[in-house]
């Protein structure tokens, strides 16, 4: 918690070269948003020169501070400070082609694309409820392996449009709830949004609203660096997550556009550039930093470097060294996979007849059971989730050693905490709501995907089948909304053997996020020969092959491949030759070689059977095949009438099998 | 502002008869949520006794308050109230089939299925969200109307899960800033969720909160009437939006099982309702009601009748009948076609090379002039939407007679009081944000779809053609996610022209909500020739036929088609005849006879072109047929660097033709 003293040059300077490099690689690109970077300089300035510990050298040191840029347009703070840091892969090119095919300086921070950079932002609000979940996982570790090992901060930069954005109140409430005092968020008051100042759209008494939510609340002039400093340490002494209002000018420097909406997302052009370098004294060329200038901020990285270098001491005298390693590592593959065959043997023996729900919660049985850092939670849906297994406790403000975490009704929130808890690193995290409610943690599900961590999300009640509820909680569209996302993989398992498998895939997949759609109502085993091999893991396979040439070949997924096996046997009774598929998993079918899939496919006519709209079927059937399900929203009713009045039944298979077949 | 006294029967007797037909109800359907009705029955008698104007025997009377039951699980609150009110399409049997198939009382209250609904509620923090949108639809209805004409309160029960999700954030914080003084919100603070006490959960001080959004805040004792009486005649009276917390027990009347989460969602079981009718001394058989209790709550239908008659004869003496009646009647299709098509008539001569965004302002310029009664916005990307027209003016607290919304950063709070405000009735709609955010809205656009109101959302930066921002904003999977609602009509229109005959329709679509998918950068025109008619109506259309039989079919939408034009030109040059179709609506598409889909899409080899996923495009193109678009996440770069990087180009669209055809 030791504060350094500010180094020679003095801060104001040190800011004024993001000020620089920032208007400099906006009108290169001629695109972006100085406003941010230009009006945060100084807070930004000064929390990297006394309080962030980072090391460039290493950038993924896991006690590292978290610094979350969640106003993402204001990405140039964000490069401007890590070439001032000294990044290796920060030169002056990236920042002269910001916004430029192939540079690491994306529009927005894109995680993966250059050190430092700690996660994806820019839809907004999803920094700040990302840190979130950083600062929970840090907190989490703590509890895990002490202060020796574990001792952070997560800070965050916020601007009005986080804290306008719904998340933010999912966010801030769990914060507070957790209290999470590790946190430190930074708000942006500068009273400007791109429509024009903020009391065209906005009452809000943020710091009021902040305090309901168990926040300590400091404000500050974001202009004044000794005043700064004071509230951060307030801030960091605090107990509760704080929110430090920054009162700032929006663009602050160039003298005749800052304070305006005008400076929020276009250049300043030449002349108002010219005229910010005379203001700010800043005679330098574009994107040429004066050596004192940038020996001052690598003070701060030489600062990092030490810390790190600390911290490896400690962690090698520790004993518990290798378990801390081994929680930041790929899990257990091998002795997952044997645990999850041991359990697949017992399953295709026993032929337990249960929701895939249930069956995933017995599947999480042997997940949590053997991999240690495993964290669940629900959205305040536990009993019908089923996400809390046996010896899972709650994490609490008063004991972070918990590993099930009660998100509330937040999906938004709990969405976004989850990437933060898998970013942050040590721990694979899954949550769960219902399959509908995917559309209310969408864009944090899309987030998952696009930096690539392996959260799972567990979404049940994944049809018609969960009855009375109605079409409301009804997903229909739901599953092909999902399969449409990039780097997602979506399972459908048909039974507790095939949700066994999407589990082993879940906990072990590497970079890209996992989505299980399981069922309210009971489903019979039907893998009931045992194979050790996971055939899960290539999307869809023959289930029940025909004796000689297929006349037919029904593909179905989830709580239908029941009713798909029931319609082939009434087939057969016409002697009608059917082969069942059960298809899991779209995306990873997709994967498969070739002629995996033409064999799997077949060449006779298919129907495909999934109680939910056709879209993206295409990937199993031609246009003349046929398609049993649904064609718009469903109703409210028990399931199997609803089964019955949508048509989607073992007869209306049939029906359709043999109009495909009587086409050809 | 009349407060009536209240009538013989007490209240805690009329509110008996609501605990006692919930119980009965849930019971009899064996699923349900018992736990909400019986807690707030209260507060709903003394709400409804002594304040709601509603009158069951004209339930669309546009004067009436709206109640919304934003705790939708709770939905036998409402149909028990409707069926105490005397709505003649509740009678007890309906009660009796609660949560059957076909009946009128869904699992939660679905809009259009029985009278007294006034929205579709379930998916939590929605209902309180479209309330706003009603209580700032019934204040600019009164700007334009007065007093005489418009002037009724929107009620809402909200519960703990309301409050939690981060919409209700985005939609307190709008109506405190637009001053919503005729709305108010009693919060059913029963310190239970479904996963416990809330206190596993939250820490937020509810109460704070609201004040810090500009609400006027009380709490009461929820089970006692006089007091409950007292804050609801303050909150009427109180200029800002009222929120009234109600201490609550869960369950309240069930001896054993109130205040545990237990009664939240499941019946209460025989032993338990036998002793809830001991305790409540209501010895009555199921869904039997005495005459007398009967009568009190039909008092209040009799007075909600005594007010209608009055309006009816206000507004018989008042010079702006026939305005009013018009600015709630079906918007003036004739005179829009006859604008539209002179505007086209213009555009085809003119040839306009403008983005889509851009587009849609110009048609949205004629659309405002001839509906006197639309009323637009954006979430706060005013400029770039391109969402208001010359003559519009902001809606504000001080002034109501406005036509144009700054939402803010409120993506989900924005669509969520659009449903409210084509709900409430007297404006057609629109709002605008950038077509990656989307996904901030979607439950809200589900709820639209499911509702059934004709909304138009307006979602510009419609691809990777949005460059530099990358892909945290560029659309990928946006447009098939979308394509996949069930009645929900997306357009994607290629030029000025399309763009304004899919306002057309926007405008005057009855049940159906809308959605513009438009581009950033700017197209030319392509539809040179005039047509009267509306081509954008039929979904797809023969934009350039070729001499003789097709050799290939070009089929795209929006920015793509223009470089399927050029593709065509480039295969004319080798001597293969290339159509190209422009395909502005897939569900528009999808609606027309066999016999045009076939003639659209020919029977020569086709490749669809769309700088999106494939998903979707079965409705056009069989599997062997080639595609030109998108895989996955797009980058950060100018735009055409972007579609030459993604090979979205001409080149590739005449290489994908001549491998389809030399496949043939």
Redesign the interface.
């Known amino acids: 918690m030791t504060v350094q003293t500010p180094v020679q040059v003095d801060e104001t300077t040190m800011a004024n070269a993001i000020r620089a490099l920032t208007m400099d690689a906006v009108q290169a690109?001629n695109?972006?948003h100085p406003g941010a970077p230009m009006g945060l300089a100084d807070v930004a300035t000064v929390l990297f020169n006394r309080f962030v510990k980072v090391d460039p050298a290493d950038h993924k040191w896991p006690d590292r501070d978290r610094f979350v840029m969640s106003a993402?347009?204001g990405s140039m703070l964000v490069y401007a400070i890590n070439h001032l840091l000294g990044y290796a892969d920060m030169d002056a090119d990236q920042l002269r082609n910001f916004?430029?095919?192939?540079?690491r300086t994306?529009?927005?921070p894109?995680y993966g694309h250059a050190m430092g950079i700690e996660t994806?932002?820019?839809?907004?609000g999803q920094g700040i409820s990302t840190a979130v979940g950083m600062a929970l996982a840090e907190r989490m570790h703590n509890a895990r392996f002490g202060d020796e090992l574990v001792d952070h901060f997560t800070y965050v930069l916020a601007g009005?449009?986080c804290l306008?954005?719904?998340?933010?109140?999912?966010a801030i409430?769990?914060a507070?709830?957790l209290g999470l005092g590790r946190l430190v968020v930074f708000w942006d008051d500068n009273r400007i949004?791109?429509?024009?100042p903020t009391d065209?759209?906005?009452?809000?008494?943020?710091r009021?609203?902040f305090?309901?939510?168990?926040w300590h609340v400091q404000a500050v002039d974001g202009h004044n660096p000794e005043a700064i400093a004071r509230v951060i340490e307030n801030a960091r002494k605090d107990l509760r997550p704080s929110l430090i209002a920054c009162r700032t000018t929006i663009g602050k420097g160039a003298p005749n556009m800052q304070g305006s909406h005008k400076v929020h997302g276009s250049p300043l052009g030449a002349d108002e550039i010219a005229a910010t370098r005379d203001a700010l004294n800043w005679p330098h060329d574009p994107f040429v930093v004066p050596t004192e200038v940038k020996a001052a901020w690598e003070a701060i990285a030489t600062r990092g470097a030490n810390a790190r270098a600390n911290w490896s001491a400690r962690k090698e005298a520790s004993p518990k060294a290798a378990d801390f390693d081994r929680s930041l590592a790929a899990p257990d593959a091998q002795g997952l996979n044997a645990a999850i065959t041991a359990y697949k043997r017992r399953l295709s023996k026993d032929q337990p007849k249960v929701a895939a729900r249930k069956a995933s919660e017995m599947a999480l049985e042997v997940v949590n059971a053997t991999l240690p850092n495993s964290v669940g939670g629900?959205a305040?849906?536990?009993?019908?989730n089923n996400t809390r297994t046996s010896a899972m406790k709650?994490v609490s403000r008063n004991d972070y050693s918990g590993d099930y975490i009660?998100?509330?009704?937040?999906e938004?929130?709990m969405a976004a905490a989850m990437n933060g808890i898998a970013l942050h690193g040590g721990f694979f995290t899954y949550g769960g709501t219902f399959l509908?409610?995917a559309?209310?943690c969408?864009?944090s599900i899309?987030?998952s995907?696009?930096i690539g961590v392996p959260v799972a999300y567990v979404m049940t009640h994944d049809s018609i089948g969960l009855?009375?509820?109605?079409?409301?909680?009804q997903p229909?569209?739901t599953i092909?909304?999902l399969?449409?996302?990039?780097?997602l993989t979506v399972f459908r398992p048909a039974d507790a053997v095939e949700t066994a498998e999407a589990w082993e895939l879940c906990a072990t997949s590497e970079a890209t996020p996992t989505l299980l759609c399981l069922s309210r109502q009971n489903l019979p085993t039907l893998r009931t020969t045992h194979t050790d091999a996971n055939l899960t893991a290539r999307g869809a396979y023959v289930l029940r092959e025909t004796a000689g040439a297929r006349d037919v070949t029904l593909i179905a997924t989830g709580s239908e491949v029941e009713i798909a096996l029931q319609a082939a046997d009434m087939l057969a009774a016409d002697g009608i030759r059917a082969a069942v598929v059960s298809a899991p998993s779209f995306e990873l079918f997709a994967a498969q070689p070739a002629a995996y899939r033409v064999l799997v496919r077949g060449t006779a006519p298919r129907v495909g059977v999934e109680a939910a709209?056709?879209?993206?079927?295409?990937l199993f059937?031609?246009?003349s095949d046929g398609f049993v399900g649904m064609?718009?929203?469903g109703?409210?009713?028990?399931a199997d009438?609803?089964y019955r009045?949508f048509n989607i039944t073992a007869e209306a298979i049939a029906a359709s099998a043999k109009k495909q077949i009587n086409k050809g």
Not at 483 to 487: D, E, F, S, T
Not at 635 to 638: D, H, R
């Open positions: 690109a695109s972006g993402g347009h916004r430029q095919m192939g540079s994306a529009g927005h894109e994806t932002t820019g839809p907004l009005d449009g306008m954005e719904g998340i933010s109140h999912e409430d769990l507070g709830h949004t791109i429509d024009g065209l759209s906005t009452s809000m008494d943020q009021a609203r305090e309901a939510a168990g629900s305040d849906l536990t009993g019908s709650p009660h998100y509330g009704i937040r938004h929130g509908a409610f559309d209310y969408r864009p899309r987030l995907a696009l009855g009375e509820d109605g079409p409301t909680h229909v569209e092909a909304s399969r449409a996302m990039p780097n709209i056709r879209q993206g079927w295409e059937l031609e246009r064609t718009g929203f109703a409210s009713a028990p009438e609803l009045h």
